[in-house]
């Protein structure tokens, strides 16, 4: 099992629409937890960091469920500019950053 | 805003070539990392240092990989010889301090593409 596992995707949704999707992490211990954007051919940059209470940036809400092991990403009111592939970055109890695949999501007029 | 260099960014070369990445980061960012990033995953981490020490380098290749930062600021990550298997891109990364909570954000340069012929 891989230690941070994601969707790979494509998620096709139509612009305007919510949409979720999650990560899990295998270690129990793990620390911090970061959403991360990439656009094709670009480097990773920080979307959010997701904190135990859960977090909100404007139509980005990101969630922490220790018990279940998982992370989770909603977008709401979906733009075409909001198509990318969403990392997943988990920091783990020995201070190492182990990322996931990423989601692919692909906004549709 | 602040920002990590790297060049190049682009880099074709033959198997069996030495190729050399660059990458300055962030003014006062103690922790850098390489990372290796194959189209369709995501990045894999190759070596992370603090300062000038290597704190993490157990996926490095270390019969063809190299990296240094000698003076904990910049850093070179070298490839000798260059194998069809090692075209991908070369991320470089830095944060202020690795688990210090808002430090461990990291910020990445724009990469370096390289291509083995």
């Known amino acids: 099992r891989k230690e941070v596992e994601q969707d790979p995707g494509p998620f096709n949704v139509p612009e305007g629409a919510t949409v979720a999707f999650n990560c899990t992490y295998s270690?129990?211990?793990?620390?911090?937890f970061f959403w991360y954007r990439q656009d094709c051919r670009k480097e990773p940059k920080l979307l959010m960091s997701?904190?135990?209470?859960?977090n909100e940036d404007g139509r980005f809400t990101a969630q922490l469920n220790r018990a279940s092991q998982y992370i989770s990403l909603l977008i709401r009111d979906s733009k075409l500019s909001d198509s990318a592939t969403y990392l997943c970055?988990?920091?783990?109890?020995?201070?190492?950053?182990?990322w996931g695949a990423g989601t692919k999501l692909i906004i549709k007029p | 805003e602040a920002e990590v260099a790297q060049s190049p960014r682009y880099k074709i070369t033959e198997k069996s070539q030495a190729v050399a990445f660059w990458c300055d980061p962030i003014?006062?960012?103690?922790?850098l990392y390489w990372y290796r990033q194959i189209l369709g995953q995501g990045p894999e981490l190759l070596v992370q240092?603090?300062?000038?020490?290597?704190?993490?380098d157990s996926q490095l290749p270390k019969d063809r990989f190299s990296a240094e930062r000698l003076k904990g600021v910049d850093s070179t990550l070298k490839i000798q010889p260059a194998e069809l298997g090692d075209s991908a891109m070369y991320l470089c990364?830095?944060?202020?301090?690795?688990?210090?909570?808002?430090?461990?954000?990291?910020?990445f340069g724009p990469g370096t593409r390289l291509l083995v012929l």
């Open positions: 990364a830095s944060s202020l301090v690795l688990g210090s909570g808002d430090g461990e954000t990291q910020y």
């Open positions: 003014s006062g960012h103690a922790t």
């Open positions: 240092f603090q300062d000038e020490s290597v704190v993490d």
């Open positions: 270690n129990s211990a793990s620390q911090s």
């Open positions: 997701v904190y135990s209470s859960g």
């Open positions: 970055v988990v920091l783990d109890s020995n201070y190492q950053l182990i």
